[in-house]
Every structure is written in C-alpha cells, then in structure tokens.
C-alpha cells in the first residue's frame, strides 16, 4: 500500500534549506515549530527569532537565526529547518534547541578508511536524488514498504530502485564494508541508501544501526529512514526475526537536530506498530517529552507519528488514535499518555 504520508517522508530527505541553488530565495513561513524546549520558553525563543508566519524567509539568514537563538540564557546550541513540502512556497521551519546541561546525542568517531564506493553504485544513489524533486512534483512520490525497502508508484524512480536491488543481489558485502569504515562522508551516505535494497533485511540491520551515528547527518538520515521501511516490514513478517536494538534511537529523539529526530519518529511508529510493549514502556521512561515535542508540531504529516505512539503508550487501539487526531484531539492524547504513567 502507498502511504499518504510518505509524500512528507521523501520530502524530508532532500528538501531541507541549503541547497547552493536556493541560497538566494524568498519564501513566506507557513508554521513555526519547536522542539528541545523545557526550561527556555517558546515567548523567548519568538523574541529572539524576530520572526513569525506570515513573514517572508530569505534562505541565507539561517547562520545569522542560529546566532540569534545561541545568545538566548540557558541556550547551547540551536538548529533551523526550513522545509517546503507542496511547492506553495510556504515554509515550514523546525527550530530546535539544546538547553545547557541537557543531554544531546553522541556520535561515533568518523571513519578513516581508504575503502570507496564503485561509481556505478554510487552513481544510481546520485540519479535518484536528481530525480526525487521532479517525482515530487509531479505528485508520484507515494511509497511501498511491503518488501522492506521503499518502492515508489514513480517509473523513475522505481527504475533506479530496481537497478539497486538487483546490484545488491551480488555486492551487498561491498556496500556493507563502505558503510562501516570509508572516510569519505558522501560514499557512506550512498551505502546507506543502497544497503536497505539488499535481499537479507536480518543481516544488514545492525550495520544500519550503526551507521544511524554517523556524524554525517546524510548518512544518519539515510540509514534511519531504510531501518524504517525493514522496521514495517519486520512487523507485517514476525517469523523472520528481524530485529533493530532501540537504544540508539531513543538517544536520536534527544538530538538538536531536525532530520534526526524526524526520521526516528516514523522508525519508532513502525517498530510499535505491532505492540511492542517493551518498547513502549521504555519510551513512556525516557522519551515523553520528545514525543511529546514532535505531537504538537503543527506540520500534520510530521506530527503524527509522535502522536500515534504516544497513543500506543497510552494503551489506545489505532482506529482509536487516528479517530482522535483527526478531531483535533492531540492534547487529549498527550493527557491520556501522561496520566498513563
């Protein structure tokens, strides 16, 4: 099945403000949301932003935002995200903020090692991105996660999809190898992407946990989102015995970072998707306020796979949780969860 809200997934890997072609770009902010702020308060964090929706966002003042956020008392480090999601030129931008003090999330040391990804492979990675925009526009960027990896309704994109399959039938131990010690940045975040094509969903999972760490925000991004597609798939498939060890991703709720946080909501929804009490109980411990966060954002799409878990913790069925959130009723989860405790 193509999910709607995959639509708001692909665009979250690329669309991310940055870009040198965007640099010079006007758009007006469409939502504003937070996340990270506990003793700093949302009044403090506008003030110093001297920014609100409706107002236009010229892409360039994002170091001069960050600035401005990092002078505010009790502020250690802060991040912004702009992103567009239906070419309307209204932006949604995610500010996030480490308090002094607050625990953040640690990577692994960079790899060093001389190992590099054949170009033929990267190459596919590279077409695919290049293609993402246009699919996006054209409205065919919906996905299936039925194989364990994504699959898009789009031919152009289905076609470098399939071309990765059918390499990693051969090289998979390649790509692994990539993945786990190259000291070239961009060459992991390919294998990352290409890895979550191999046949063996079980005997990969690890080498993307790992690679979820990664200093590189690319490659985190890349090897969470493909944990999210295995994590469905391991649900729909019980008797595999595909496995993802959580610990990793409840540090990754905690980071200041916005791809980071957003990636790990739709891997933690598919993981609880079968129950999960486990998993849940220990989100109930260590990452309510992190969910909670990530409920309130007002970009729906990105909203609502924080809101179904903390509908899962609460003890809620889903049509139950669905039915709720499409009243309006986010608070009335985020009281049932807490008062879950």
Do not use: C
């Amino acid at each position: 099945m193509f999910r709607r809200r995959a639509l708001l997934l692909f665009l979250s890997i690329g669309f991310v403000s940055g870009a040198a072609e965007e640099a010079r770009r006007e758009d007006t902010v469409g939502t504003l949301d937070f996340f990270g702020l506990r003793r700093v308060t949302e009044a403090d964090v506008r003030a110093a932003l001297e920014l609100k929706e409706g107002d236009v966002y010229l892409r360039t003042a994002g170091r001069s935002i960050v600035a401005a956020l990092e002078k505010i008392p009790g502020v250690s480090k802060a991040t912004v995200a702009p992103i567009t999601v239906d070419g309307s030129g209204k932006l949604k931008i995610f500010i996030g903020i480490q308090e002094d003090g607050a625990a953040g999330f640690t990577f692994r040391d960079a790899p060093q090692g001389a190992q590099r990804l054949p170009d033929d492979l990267a190459q596919i990675q590279r077409d695919f991105i290049s293609a993402l925009g246009p699919a996006v526009r054209r409205g065919g960027a919906g996905e299936d996660h039925s194989q364990g990896h994504s699959l898009s309704k789009d031919s152009d994109l289905r076609k470098l999809q399939d071309a990765a399959v059918a390499q990693l039938m051969e090289k998979s131990a390649l790509v692994r190898e990539v993945l786990r010690s190259s000291g070239s940045a961009a060459d992991r975040g390919a294998a990352a992407w290409l890895l979550g094509y191999a046949a063996d969903k079980k005997t990969i999972t690890a080498d993307l946990v790992t690679a979820a760490r990664d200093p590189d925000g690319t490659v985190r991004n890349n090897a969470t989102r493909a944990l999210g597609a295995i994590a469905s798939f391991a649900a729909a498939n019980p008797a595999l015995g595909i496995t993802i060890e959580p610990d990793v991703f409840l540090d990754m709720l905690r980071s200041v970072t916005w791809t980071d946080r957003n990636k790990v909501s739709f891997l933690l929804d598919g993981m609880t998707r079968s129950g999960a009490a486990e998993l849940l109980r220990t989100l109930r411990e260590r990452a309510l306020p992190e969910l909670i966060d990530i409920a309130r954002w007002k970009s729906e799409g990105h909203a609502f796979p924080g809101v179904r878990i903390l509908g899962r913790i609460a003890g809620w069925e889903e049509q139950r949780i669905m039915r709720t959130w499409k009243e309006g009723g986010v608070e009335t989860i985020i009281a049932a969860t807490t008062a879950a405790r």
